[in-house]
């Protein structure tokens, strides 16, 4: 009798344990979920690919005690790189822009499903650079069926991410991130066709007049150089004329290429309009905007762009250039949008000067200073 008592105790000892335990659990349970809801509202409310890539990558690891967290994301078209470039992010190391979708296939086969278990260095490469977690969490992201990119969680503890495991939360975190993804991209993109020429994927000019404003306000305050160029394509009606409108196109959109590979970040190139186009370049004094303007006229003098039945058409190009110190030298109480003003038309007369002198030239900074 007395040893059945003591049994009784004993098991019921043990399921006040078992009980404590799972209200412990419980506990903990519901305060991951509020942190998780919370990092969850903030991930909704990402305003930018950066801020959500930076909300993943830095504030997860403390806010759940996680040893490593990186983020796989496919790039076909190097739209991402492209952002995070002009958006000034220097590159995070926990991220990897993929320009192809074999990797991530290959990690998850042909039905993604989140995976949890052991760290297996055949398996998972370098997926967590350095760093060589015990245990991993691998989450697919995934937009109608498609595999967009891949999320990681590594731990040092060998127990934290067990095969066994539920995966709710982390299929649910999955989702949303997959969807703030989409729907931050789609917000860039929609900042973006506001000040992108939709032909040549050059700025447009109402993005060069904002930014030209802000280059010249940079350049007073920090007493450094600003040229300006305007480039317009020699004889574009011709071409128009008689390749046709769509090869007028084409021609433009090599000529905005064309520029662009010739500038340094920080340097803008937006299409004017029609044919034209302009070019600001900071910390460029006269000489050294000079060799840069022949440089662009000389790569555009020796592109074929491909015309009909076999035929090549070649495309010369004409450019002036004007210095922030010709136009703002003598009245530094100028408004930025008059000066910003002055400076595109001192270039502009300075085309004008190119175009009379024969064309296929470099003409500037000031009057008659034909220099090719
Ligand atoms: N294909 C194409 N043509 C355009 C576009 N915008 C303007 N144009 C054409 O560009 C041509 C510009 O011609 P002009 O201003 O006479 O200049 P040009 O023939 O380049 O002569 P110069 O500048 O004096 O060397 C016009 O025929 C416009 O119709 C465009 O988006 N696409």
Redesign the pocket.
Known sequence: MRTELEGLAAENLALRGQLDALLREARANEDKLRRFEGLEHRLIGAGSVVELVKLLLCDYKPAFGIDSVTLSLLDRELELSRLLKTQGEPELEALRLLPLGDELEALYGMTPRPWLGPFDARRHGDLFGAVRPRSVALLPLLRRGELIGSLHFGSLDAQRYDAQAGTQFLERLAAIVAVCLESVLNQERLKLAGLTDM?TGVHNRRYFEHRCQIEIAQARRHHHALACLFL??????????SHG?????L??RTVGLLIQAQLRAGDTVARW???EFVVLLPRAAAAAARDIAERIRQRIAVQQVPAAAGQVLNITA?IGLAMLEEVDGSAADATLPAVAERLVAAADAALYRA?QGG?NLVVGPGIGALIS
């Open positions: 032909l317009d394509v020699d004889f574009f009606k011709r071409i128009n004329d409108h769509a090869r007028g196109d021609v433009l309009g029609g044919e004409s175009k064309r």
